[in-house]
């Protein structure tokens, strides 16, 4: 049983340039997010999704899509890197729809840097 | 929209000092959340609070949630070494969304 896992572990970007973040989880669980973590602004919620083709955006959205076609996989996809965008990302699942009274389950993250 | 607050943002402590971290919401809350982020690790779910004036311990550590369902508080009892990381609190409302405070990162002296 993995949990969540991430890929690239890191990543080096020039602005301009897209990419996308990897994540996936094997624990069946509906909800899944991204959140960016930058130094003394905690843990931001980017995209989320209740369910496998449904997203939603969360607090800091631009500049980032997501998809999500099944239920394991909900990559993220930076569209024209920016160096705003240098950032810690984490991908977190958990196992209700609301993902409110659920624990989240956290990546090991990505760390992105663009230049 | 919601907003979560911490503080403080750092905390140094000799081992053996108490260590309290404190969450306030703009907004009433439906639960709180506690996490743990170890250096260079992620975070890592330590509890869930969901009922007005609720308390929790585990172990050394003991957490709050107020009686206006608005603010939360963590309390660890004679830190240790192992304690050091980042301590979160999450938000959630009904409408589904968490919200993290910024965090505390505790760092304790040997």
């Known amino acids: 049983n993995a949990g969540v896992t991430q890929t690239p572990k890191f990543q080096v970007l020039k602005t301009g340039q897209s990419m996308t973040l990897q994540c996936a989880q094997d624990?069946?669980?509906?909800?899944m997010s991204w959140y960016r973590q930058d130094p003394g602004m905690g843990l931001r919620l980017i995209h989320y999704s209740v369910g496998a083709g449904i997203t939603d955006q969360g607090e800091v959205p631009n500049g980032y899509n997501v998809s999500r076609s099944t239920t394991e996989d909900f990559p993220l996809r930076l569209l024209s890197a920016a160096p705003s965008q240098t950032s810690v990302y984490f991908c977190?699942?958990?196992?209700?729809?609301?993902?409110?009274?659920?624990?989240?389950?956290f990546g090991n993250g990505t760390r992105l840097t663009v230049t | 929209g919601q907003q979560v607050m911490q503080i403080p943002q750092y905390q140094h402590v000799q081992e053996g000092e108490d260590f309290t971290t404190y969450c306030n919401s703009s907004t009433t809350l439906s639960n709180i959340q506690w996490y743990k982020q170890r250096p260079g690790g992620h975070p890592v779910f330590l509890i869930q609070l969901v009922k007005s004036g609720e308390v929790k311990k585990q172990k050394r550590l003991t957490f709050q949630f107020g009686e206006a369902k608005k603010n939360s508080s963590l309390h660890i009892t004679a830190t240790q070494t192992t304690d050091v990381g980042t301590y979160f609190c999450a938000g959630g409302t009904s409408y589904g969304k968490l919200t993290f405070g910024q965090g505390t990162i505790l760092t304790v002296h040997p």
């Open positions: 977190a699942s958990s196992y209700s729809r609301q993902g409110l009274n659920s624990p989240l389950h």
């Open positions: 624990m069946n669980h509906e909800y």
